[in-house]
């Protein structure tokens, strides 16, 4: 019995080691077990995203071991008591010098690409909105917010997709709604991936046609009896633009006379670039409490 049993073992030891030895010749070999039929599946996903059809060759050793070389593309090491299993992935019987139809694998595998995108596009938009253009911005409106508080948020939730004041939550509804216009549009995922990380014009997309800013806020304060309304957003091209509504004239043209680096239009200041310097919210403090 002993001897039956250590005869057995070396046998599997020597079947063992003939696998390797086929696997070793390629970089491209795998063994197909049973238990691993997950991995031969995804290389075989791998091959249909190339053709759909591909040249076959079924080498058999000694042992019946069969070594299936897929073209130039790939080998599977099929032990010969797990061939009938492998057989069955398949739509019909493999024979020698015939072609490999993967037709069957293009749905899993065109789904597999697709749980992967729409993986990728929750993590892409708070990277986007991580980025410098939006942390500027947020720093601004803090700084506002820090100095003359919110008497009233009047963001216009028809014209800018994503709030300051609801940021996270926006967010993700964002990410549902790019997810029904785009799930199962594995062409139309990746382009809008790629503008996203790229940070390419978003404007001409569905989703985004309905707005006219991509981030950003309108703030009410109140500062000794002046009423001030403060405008920070980013539009869908990633530029940024500010703008402060003073009530009182007298605080206007105190500004303009002592600021130059804000220009007045009307009952508005605009920054002389994208957004104001932090430096000039004391400034308007300052010109407020004179006046008043």
Do not use: C
């Not at 190339?50 to 130039?72: A, C, H, T, Y």
């Not at 990380?197 to 009410?220: C, E, M």
Request: no cysteine; glycine share 6%.
């Amino acid at each position: 019995m002993d001897l039956y049993n250590l005869a057995t073992e070396l046998e599997q030891i020597e079947r063992e080691r003939k696998y390797r030895l086929l696997e070793a010749t390629t970089m491209s070999a795998i063994s197909y077990l049973p238990a691993q039929i997950g991995v031969v599946k995804a290389r075989l996903g791998d091959l249909v995203r190339k053709k759909r059809k591909w040249g076959l060759e079924i080498l058999e050793d000694d042992d019946g071991n069969k070594d299936v070389r897929i073209e130039n593309e790939l080998r599977i090491v099929v032990p010969k008591e797990h061939w009938d299993s492998f057989q069955e992935m398949f739509t019909s019987k493999l024979t020698n010098d015939s072609y490999l139809d993967l037709n069957m694998f293009l749905n899993e595998a065109l789904e597999d690409d697709l749980r992967e995108l729409r993986e990728e596009l929750k993590p892409a938009l708070f990277k986007l909105f991580s980025e410098k253009v939006f942390t500027s911005l947020d720093r601004s409106i803090q700084v506002w917010i820090g100095r003359f508080g919110v008497t009233t948020y009047l963001t216009n939730r028809a014209a800018i997709a994503i709030p300051y004041e609801n940021k996270g939550r926006q967010i993700q509804k964002l990410h549902g709604d790019l997810l029904r216009a785009y799930g199962d549009d594995k062409g139309g995922l990746e382009m809008l991936l790629s503008d996203i990380q790229s940070k390419r014009p978003l404007g001409a997309r569905d989703v985004f046609k309905k707005y006219d800013h991509l981030y950003g806020t309108r703030i009410r304060s109140v500062q000794e009896h002046v009423t001030l309304i403060f405008e920070a957003v980013v539009d869908m091209s990633f530029m940024t633009s500010q703008s402060i509504l003073v009530s009182e004239e007298d605080v206007l043209d105190k500004v303009e006379e002592e600021s130059e680096v804000v220009k007045r239009v009307g009952n508005k200041i605009y920054p002389e670039g994208e957004i104001f310097p932090v430096s000039f919210f004391e400034t308007l403090q300052d010109a407020i409490e004179e006046v008043e």
